[in-house]
């Protein structure tokens, strides 16, 4: 309160301070807004080197990584492809096999190392995890895996002299080679570069891997109208996005999968059990005629040991057979609804704070602005640990890994179990009828990325890369897919 005595103007001391209203956040639905204003341009997405700042809310995370599935998919034209020089960014980036050389090689040369086409007799038919399992698609045919990398990873591992298994083992200095996941002796960690970003400006892309799933079409009749076909004999159905940045040296995860690939595992969610796909097309991974008649009335598929109905043990003797596979980690039904569209903060009754909801409602508000194919791949999850974790620091993440004294604990959010149904088949949560990680990461609690990537400098892996693993493709190899 303010009085004038003679001309004195007086103030009394218990005024309260008039107080700037807080600001507005301009992130009132998970649609496609940033935390800071900004908005996902889907007509010409721009890459991001890091989830914007300074709020990062679970929900950028989301749009960040539909941001960069965008941004990677854009049509480009690559000089270095002689037979699809049109094609979607990832693929104009460096496939393994031309970062990656045998021992005794020359160093390759300048990014991206060579020829970009999509080769199959480079491509992989192991998936992750203990079992090495295959996947067969529903026409009995394998599904095929391509890992490439970006310009700053690739400028990296080569400008170090990683090219080759024999000197990444000089650097990592392993006690047993002979063994996968042998811990380094050289207690000097590898860090891959995390781009140009600070806490309040954007910069370059830090190091991106990118692997992708792939249909084969013996008969060269992929559906061009429905996925991405490289050529006529292979067609996309996974992608997986592993992107590290200036504030997430635990890299940022993100996994998109083709619509028809599989339905969800329980009723009630996104993608229900039934005959056909949402395209009206037959499944890739599931086969409506070779379950039992309860799973399509239920709309539901056991993938327990009391239940074994999906995602089962591949192996028939030293062969694979197809198996009907399920998604178990489901996103809720309702599309862009509010309930789905909320966006909440991270709390005790929901620590991943409306996840499954906000990728539900990305989904339905960014496909359909697509046209041609890509309206076809949806977001199934994005994966990083609470809070932000420098890029050239240790940590480790509870529950996946062992506690390391005196270094960060790390919680994994968003998608904790975060696995894709065409490159990570048989590592879902809850399934336990085939757990071939088990006992040390089961099905039952430790499915998820985490599980296998983590900061531990390892023979064949190394700041949450597997990269080195791929060494072994040279001399023993997983069983390269045939030309």
Partial sequence: MLMALGGVTLSC?????????????PQTLCSGTFSDGTTLNV??????????????????????AWNQFLYLTQTVQDPNDPVFPTKPRFLSYAPWYNMLQPDGAAAPGAFPGGVTTLQVGHLDNKQAGGGQDELIDVSGNTVLYDIRFNAPMYDFVVGQNYYTQANYYAFCQPADPSQPFTPCNNTNQLWLPWGSGTPTTLGSMGSVEVKTAWRQFPGNDCPASQMYCAGSGLGLIALHIAQKTPTHG????????HVANTPDCAAGSSTPIAPLSPLGTPWALFDPSKVPSSVMETKTCGVT????????DPHVGANFQQVNVCRTDALPAGGASAANCAVVDSSSQDPNA?????????NATLRPQLTGI???YQLIG????????APDEDFWISLFQSAKPGLPEKTAVGFPNLANSALETYLQIGSTAYDPNAPGLSNANKAGCFGCHNPVAQ???????????????FSRPRVPAEP
């Fill in 13 to 25: 001391k218990d005024d309260p301070k008039v107080e700037d209203p807080p600001p507005t956040n």
């Fill in 43 to 64: 007509a010409n997405p721009q890459p991001l080197g890091d989830v914007p700042l300074p709020e990062q809310s679970f929900c950028d995370f989301h749009t960040f």
């Fill in 250 to 257: 635990e890299w940022v995860w993100a996994s998109f999968e």
């Fill in 305 to 312: 040991a009391a239940n074994p109905q999906c995602n089962l």
């Fill in 354 to 362: 409306n996840s499954g909801g906000n990728v539900s409602c990305l």
């Fill in 374 to 376: 890509w309206q076809n």
């Fill in 382 to 389: 994005t994966l990083w640990t609470k809070g932000t974790q």
């Fill in 459 to 473: 023979d064949s892996d190394t700041d949450l890369s597997h990269f080195p693993s791929k060494f072994n493709d």
